[in-house]
Protein backbone atom coordinates (compact mmCIF):
# COMPACT_ATOMS: atom_id res chain seq x y z
CA UNK A 1 0.00 0.00 0.00
CA UNK A 2 1.21 3.67 -1.00
CA UNK A 3 0.13 6.96 -0.77
CA UNK A 4 2.57 9.38 -2.16
CA UNK A 5 1.87 13.12 -1.85
CA UNK A 6 3.27 15.94 -4.14
CA UNK A 7 2.84 19.72 -5.24
CA UNK A 8 4.17 21.09 -1.96
CA UNK A 9 6.28 23.99 -2.49
CA UNK A 10 7.09 27.60 -1.57
CA UNK A 11 4.21 30.00 -2.20
CA UNK A 12 3.82 33.28 -1.62
CA UNK A 13 0.30 34.69 0.00
CA UNK A 14 -2.48 35.01 -2.05
CA UNK A 15 -1.34 32.32 -4.06
CA UNK A 16 -2.42 28.79 -5.24
CA UNK A 17 -1.25 25.41 -5.35
CA UNK A 18 -2.69 22.01 -6.21
CA UNK A 19 -1.81 18.74 -3.99
CA UNK A 20 -1.91 15.48 -5.62
CA UNK A 21 -1.94 11.81 -4.29
CA UNK A 22 -1.34 8.91 -5.90
CA UNK A 23 -2.57 5.44 -4.77
CA UNK A 24 -1.64 1.97 -5.10
CA UNK A 25 -1.59 -1.25 -3.43
CA UNK A 26 -5.69 -1.30 -2.22
CA UNK A 27 -8.75 -0.44 -4.22
CA UNK A 28 -8.86 3.10 -3.92
CA UNK A 29 -12.41 3.34 -5.05
CA UNK A 30 -13.89 1.94 -2.07
CA UNK A 31 -12.04 4.30 0.52
CA UNK A 32 -13.07 7.73 1.62
CA UNK A 33 -10.13 10.33 1.15
CA UNK A 34 -8.51 13.20 3.43
CA UNK A 35 -6.41 15.55 3.77
CA UNK A 36 -4.79 16.49 7.23
CA UNK A 37 -2.28 18.93 7.93
CA UNK A 38 0.22 19.22 10.75
CA UNK A 39 1.94 22.71 11.44
CA UNK A 40 5.01 23.09 13.65
CA UNK A 41 3.84 22.66 17.15
CA UNK A 42 0.69 21.83 16.32
CA UNK A 43 -1.59 19.02 16.42
CA UNK A 44 -2.73 17.36 12.72
CA UNK A 45 -6.09 18.61 12.17
CA UNK A 46 -8.13 17.59 9.50
CA UNK A 47 -9.22 19.56 6.31
CA UNK A 48 -10.78 17.76 3.99
CA UNK A 49 -12.70 14.85 3.06
CA UNK A 50 -14.58 13.40 -0.05
CA UNK A 51 -16.66 10.02 -0.05
CA UNK A 52 -15.87 7.05 -2.90
CA UNK A 53 -17.88 8.74 -5.32
CA UNK A 54 -16.74 12.27 -4.86
CA UNK A 55 -20.23 13.47 -3.94
CA UNK A 56 -20.16 14.60 -0.65
CA UNK A 57 -17.03 16.41 0.22
CA UNK A 58 -16.30 18.24 3.80
CA UNK A 59 -13.66 20.77 4.91
CA UNK A 60 -12.27 22.24 7.85
CA UNK A 61 -14.28 26.25 8.10
CA UNK A 62 -10.19 27.40 8.17
CA UNK A 63 -10.22 26.55 4.65
CA UNK A 64 -13.87 26.72 3.22
CA UNK A 65 -13.99 28.54 0.06
CA UNK A 66 -10.59 28.51 -0.47
CA UNK A 67 -9.60 24.88 -1.07
CA UNK A 68 -11.39 21.97 -2.73
CA UNK A 69 -10.75 18.09 -2.95
CA UNK A 70 -11.46 15.91 -6.02
CA UNK A 71 -10.43 12.92 -6.88
CA UNK A 72 -10.09 10.40 -10.14
CA UNK A 73 -11.09 7.32 -9.30
CA UNK A 74 -9.34 6.15 -13.07
CA UNK A 75 -6.19 7.42 -11.92
CA UNK A 76 -6.33 6.42 -8.04
CA UNK A 77 -5.51 9.87 -7.26
CA UNK A 78 -6.81 12.59 -4.75
CA UNK A 79 -6.34 16.21 -5.16
CA UNK A 80 -6.26 19.32 -3.12
CA UNK A 81 -7.06 22.42 -5.08
CA UNK A 82 -5.50 25.06 -2.29
CA UNK A 83 -5.91 28.67 -3.43
CA UNK A 84 -5.82 32.46 -1.55
CA UNK A 85 -2.86 30.85 0.78
CA UNK A 86 -2.46 32.74 3.91
CA UNK A 87 0.88 32.32 6.15
CA UNK A 88 -1.11 30.02 8.67
CA UNK A 89 -1.72 27.71 5.84
CA UNK A 90 1.84 26.62 6.24
CA UNK A 91 2.32 23.25 7.01
CA UNK A 92 2.36 19.25 6.30
CA UNK A 93 0.17 18.35 4.75
CA UNK A 94 -0.99 14.19 4.39
CA UNK A 95 -2.96 12.34 2.61
CA UNK A 96 -5.30 9.54 4.22
CA UNK A 97 -7.16 6.33 3.11
CA UNK A 98 -9.90 5.19 5.43
CA UNK A 99 -12.85 2.39 4.88
CA UNK A 100 -14.70 -0.29 6.93
CA UNK A 101 -14.17 -4.02 6.23
CA UNK A 102 -16.53 -5.15 8.30
CA UNK A 103 -16.14 -3.98 11.85
CA UNK A 104 -12.38 -3.17 10.84
CA UNK A 105 -11.34 0.31 10.24
CA UNK A 106 -8.54 0.20 7.71
CA UNK A 107 -6.59 3.45 7.58
CA UNK A 108 -3.19 4.36 5.40
CA UNK A 109 -1.37 7.26 5.29
CA UNK A 110 1.11 9.03 2.96
CA UNK A 111 4.58 10.42 3.65
CA UNK A 112 3.29 14.05 3.65
CA UNK A 113 4.57 17.13 1.76
CA UNK A 114 5.74 20.49 2.57
CA UNK A 115 3.64 23.43 2.26
CA UNK A 116 5.26 27.19 3.03
CA UNK A 117 3.30 30.33 2.71
CA UNK A 118 5.92 33.15 3.00
CA UNK A 119 6.78 36.37 1.08
Known amino acids: VQLVESGGGLVQPGGSLRLSCAAS????????MRWYRQAPGKERELVAYISITGGTTNYADSVKGRFTISRDNAKNTVYLQMNSLKPEDTAVYYC?????????????WGQGTQVTVSS
Open 25 to 32: GFTFSSYG
Open 96 to 108: NAGAYSGTRYNTF
